[in-house]
Structures are given as structure tokens and as C-alpha cells.
């Protein structure tokens, strides 16, 4: 997935280490949480995960382990975008909760859509996960209704039956 604005997103909490942003959220020390993914089988964590098949480990580390669908977003290496990656297999019944990480230069952000109470509702209601919900709305034919939905301040009624046109 593909996102064009990061201002769509509230910077929660901010680190140059990314296992410790993680741990922070999980309300574990950071060394238990290396500690369990280094037992899990991710041996090399002296270094942050450089291209997308490690990312993608660790994304289903800590899924499998914690039960939390991570979302990471970096920037993508052509152009201003960012490229949002996320375990598409994930049960989101099962997960406990979705973390949000964005790179940011040599450091890290844990972010939140801006407008994400209304993403959840929508991917709840029509059964599906809310990253296929914003993938599928930041297609260039519904460009419009993306950049409305993650403005973070709602949607009209007219809007919300056209996403769920979308979906039928």
C-alpha cells in the first residue's frame, strides 16, 4: 500500500530504537521482547530489519507471539511516498490490538490514522480488515474518498454508503 500523506497520521510516541517502541506498547522490557523473538528464531537483532522479507519476520513474530498486527510504514525508495507493509494473513479477531510504526529517518514514530475510529467501523462492518479498507480506498479511482476518510473528521452518510458501494 501505498500513502502519499503522513500528516494523516498522529505522532503518538517517538524512539530511534524500534524494539523498544514495540516493547513500550506491549508493556514489556525490551529485552524480553528481544528475548522472545530471538527464541521465536529472529536471531539478528542488533539491527533494525532492512528489507521487506525481514520486516515481514518480524511483523509475523510479533503477531504470533504478542498478538498485535504491526503495521509498518517506510519511505518508500522512490519518491515522497511511504510504503505501508502488514502480514495480510492476519486474524484481526485475534490480534489484541494494530501498531503503528513509521520510519523516520534514522529513527522511529509510533502513529495512528488520524480518522481511525471510523476505519475500524467501516472494515467492521463490511468483514474485512482495515488495512484492506485504506488499501483498497487509496486506489487513484477513489483518491477523493481516501484523502476525506483519513482527514480525521468523519465522513458524510452520502460517503459512507458509496464506500460500502465500493465494497458490494
Known amino acids: 500500500l501505498s500513502i502519499d500523506n503522513m500528516q494523516n497520521y498522529s505522532v503518538i510516541q517517538e524512539d530511534s530504537d524500534?524494539?523498544?517502541l514495540i516493547s513500550n506498547d506491549l508493556g514489556y522490557l525490551?529485552?524480553?521482547?528481544?528475548?522472545r523473538l530471538e527464541n521465536f528464531g529472529l536471531f539478528d537483532l542488533s539491527t533494525v530489519p532492512s528489507n521487506?522479507?525481514?520486516v515481514f519476520e518480524l511483523i509475523e513474530a510479533i503477531y504470533l507471539l504478542f498478538?498485535?498486527?504491526?503495521i509498518i510504514i517506510l519511505k518508500s525508495p522512490f519518491g515522497k511516498n511511504w510504503r505501508m507493509l502488514t502480514l495480510e494473513r492476519a486474524d484481526l479477531n485475534e490480534a489484541g490490538k494494530t501498531l503503528w510504526i513509521q520510519e523516520d529517518g534514522?529513527?522511529?514514530?509510533k502513529v495512528v490514522p488520524k480518522n481511525l475510529c471510523v476505519v475500524y467501523a467501516i472494515s467492521k462492518a463490511?468483514?474485512?480488515?482495515p488495512d484492506e479498507v485504506?488499501?483498497?480506498l487509496s486506489r487513484e479511482d477513489y483518491r477523493?474518498?481516501?484523502a476525506e476518510l483519513m482527514q480525521g473528521q468523519g465522513l458524510e452518510l452520502a460517503r459512507l454508503e458509496l464506500i460500502f458501494d465500493i465494497f458490494s
Open 18 to 20: 524500534l524494539f523498544k
Open 126 to 129: 463490511l468483514r474485512r480488515r
Open 52 to 54: 521487506d522479507d525481514q
Open 106 to 109: 534514522a529513527g522511529f514514530r
Open 67 to 70: 498478538s498485535i498486527n504491526l
Open 30 to 35: 525490551r529485552s524480553e521482547v528481544i528475548k
Open 144 to 146: 477523493d474518498l481516501y
Open 134 to 136: 485504506i488499501s483498497v
